[in-house]
């Protein structure tokens, strides 16, 4: 290992120094290193946050282990983000017990507020589906001085309670709020409104629709308007379509606060049963006070439920108020068009639709179009779209645009065009998985593309990667079939000669 030390080492030149290097184990070895060549020298917490971030991105779980335990015996101020990043490798690597140890050992760390941690082990026990085990930690920790704010993590058991379908332990949650100090907002009611209209809680939804009125609700507040139309959904499909229609009227009225000149759309002679929804959100859209918010929350809304027609009507309207779109409205659309298997129009949106409504893709939305071909099994149009996503200012692909694109390529047996963007992703600096390389590799060796094969498998090795033992077989594999070809061309060559 040829480096050039300093005669005086620092932190920050040490983190620049392991930050270079492409392999993370020789990153540790310097790590390791710079203790016995400078004994005066001492890391500090974004020493170790640079060496266990490189790690975690390596994938490299048991010395990223080792370096956390290091920290914690030098007593190193350590950031909770530093933590949480820890805490969420080993929830993905499915570590649930090694993540729960070391959320329970963190007072062992110099570190003073860990509510990052906290909530990033909340969400991914919900995520996996362990939602008692995600309730007693809750229950064991959220008093705990060290967790700054427990609006999100309430906000999260409420979620996982009306996920066992247990509305009513939600609302006695909701209702100990105000002895936790905590001020419920918008996202809390509509955690809880859903949980109650899914499980047939009617009565009780109204009640809290009442009680929104007069917390969170302010005149002309838009954001609100997909927490009552939850409601107002579920007393149609319950088939209280009056109650519905004169629910509206109040909503109108208290809780966007339309002017009396408006209300004449609300005659119920005007409301049909077989389209009450639709003239609902009509009388949502265009009864409200307009305004941005009600519009991007009804536009998600109506595209995340595969209501395309209706969406397009709320972006209508949306565009003659003068209002501007957002680009999560156009990601919505986007995600619903590809349900619906209207690929074209989903690239068009991007290309035609956007303009005209005055929005900037982003990457998220281009990121979104990229998936969208690739799952639709059109990964070569999706290169050709990469291509153009490239060149365009301000745009730079992110690492989910080349696993995307990698996958989509792999999944569609083009493996020579997936060893391409691989070449592309390393030069942007995003390096491969262990799963990406195997996946490349051992697709490259089934189309007789060995060379490249080993060249793959030589920047894996050289990244510090350990290779599976189908990646050898399938490049020793073949190696011997080409073999074997080339001697059997020989024969049949050498015999036609002889002949």
């Known amino acids: 290992m040829c480096v050039r030390w300093p005669r005086l080492l620092s932190p920050t030149h040490l983190s620049q120094l392991i930050r270079r290097q492409k392999n993370p184990l020789t990153a540790l070895d310097l790590f390791n290193e710079a203790q ?62 090694d993540a729960i140890s070391l959320f329970k050992s963190l007072p062992e760390f110099n570190c003073v507020n860990y ?137 109108l009225r208290r809780g966007l606060r339309v002017p009396k000149r408006y209300f004449k759309q609300l005659d119920k002679t005007q409301f049909r049963v077989e389209d009450v929804k639709s003239l609902i959100n009509e009388a949502l859209i265009r009864g ?94 999706a290169v050709r779209y990469f291509g153009t996503m490239s060149k365009q200012v301000g745009i730079v692909p992110d690492r989910e645009t080349y696993v995307y694109l990698v996958d989509g390529l792999c999944c569609d047996g083009d493996y020579a065009e997936a060893s391409r963007v691989m070449d592309k992703m390393v030069m942007s600096s995003f390096w491969p998985s262990d799963e990406m390389y195997t996946k490349v590799i051992r697709g490259l060796c089934s189309t007789g593309k060995t060379f490249t094969a080993a060249v793959f498998l030589e920047e894996m090795i050289g990244q510090g990667k350990i290779p599976a033992a189908s990646v050898w077989c399938s490049l020793v594999s073949s190696v011997v079939c080409r073999e074997v070809l080339w001697k059997e061309v020989l024969f049949v060559t050498l015999r036609e000669l002889e002949n």
Request: with cysteine.
């Open 36 to 97: 016995t060549r400078y004994p005066s020298y001492r890391h500090n917490g974004p020493v170790y946050a640079t060496m266990i971030n490189i790690l975690r991105s390596s994938g490299r779980i048991i010395e990223m282990k080792e370096v956390v335990n290091r920290m914690k015996e030098d007593l190193c101020p350590c950031r909770d983000s530093v933590i949480a990043g820890v805490i969420e490798t080993y929830m993905d690597a499915g570590m649930v017990e």
């Open 115 to 251: 509510t990052r941690s906290f909530h990033t082990l909340l969400e991914k026990l919900v995520r996996d589906s362990k939602l008692e085990t995600c309730c007693q930690l809750f229950v064991e920790h959220c008093r705990g001085w060290e967790i700054s704010s427990r609006m999100y993590s309430l906000n999260l058991l409420m979620d996982v309670l009306c996920r066992m379908r247990r509305s009513d332990l939600a609302i006695r949650v909701f209702q100990e709020m105000g002895n936790q100090w905590c001020d419920p907002g918008r996202e809390t009611y509509r955690i809880l409104m859903r949980g109650l209209c899914n499980d047939g809680r009617l009565s009780d939804a109204t009640q809290l629709l009442f009680l929104m009125f007069g917390r969170i609700s302010r005149k002309g507040c838009g954001a609100d308007v997909s927490i009552y139309r939850m409601l107002l959904e579920a007393l149609c499909d319950n088939g209280d379509v009056d109650e519905a229609v004169e629910i509206l009227g109040k909503i």
């Open 288 to 381: 409200g006070v307009p305004s941005s918010d009600s519009y991007r929350a009804m536009a998600v809304d109506l595209y995340s439920e595969g209501n395309i027609v209706g969406g397009d009507n709320v972006l209508d309207e949306m565009r003659e108020k003068g209002f501007r779109s957002s680009p999560q409205i156009f990601e919505a659309k986007i995600a619903a068009l590809f349900a619906a298997g209207e690929v074209d129009r989903a690239v068009e949106c991007v290309r035609n639709d956007m303009i005209e409504n005055g929005c900037v893709p982003t990457v998220r939305v281009h990121n979104a179009v990229v998936k969208g071909l690739c799952d639709a099994g059109e990964s070569a149009r």
